[in-house]
Nanobody, 114 residues
Framework: VQLVESGGGLVQAGASLRLSCAASGSTSTINAMGWYRQAPGKQRELVASISRAGGITNYADSVKGRFTISRDNAKNMMYLQMNSLKPEDTAVYYC????????WGQGTQITVSS
């Protein structure tokens, strides 16, 4: 399984962004997927996760009500809609996928200026 994130960038506080994660390879083996982020000097943390069929989602308290995770299995895509971005959301965002093992993308930088 290969994962490629896109959609990062530099935005002002209050703006919105949508991240995309494209999966390829043995995509039929993918179960749950998720978005993580890592800010400078901090540990990687879970942002949101989604079950295989998309019916179960989970969010970090810091993003609840602002971020929405979704996936389109027919297109092998996962998304993270991020609204009301804050400077503290600045980080490298990674997608991951649970298959026979855990796979990670290369990450995409999001910088939110105040």
């Amino acid at each position: 399984v290969q994962l490629v994130e896109s959609g990062g960038g530099l935005v002002q506080a209050g703006a919105s962004l949508r991240l995309s994660c494209a999966a390829s390879g043995s995509t039929s083996t993918i179960n749950a997927m998720g978005w993580y982020r890592q800010a400078p000097g901090k540990q990687r943390e879970l942002v949101a996760s989604i079950s295989r069929a998309g019916g179960i989602t989970n969010y970090a308290d810091s993003v609840k009500g602002r971020f929405t995770i979704s996936r389109d299995n027919a297109k092998n895509m996962m998304y993270l809609q991020m609204n009301s971005l804050k400077p503290e959301d600045t980080a490298v965002y990674y997608c991951n996928a649970l298959s026979t093992r855990l796979y990670w993308g290369q990450g995409t930088q999001i910088t939110v200026s105040s």
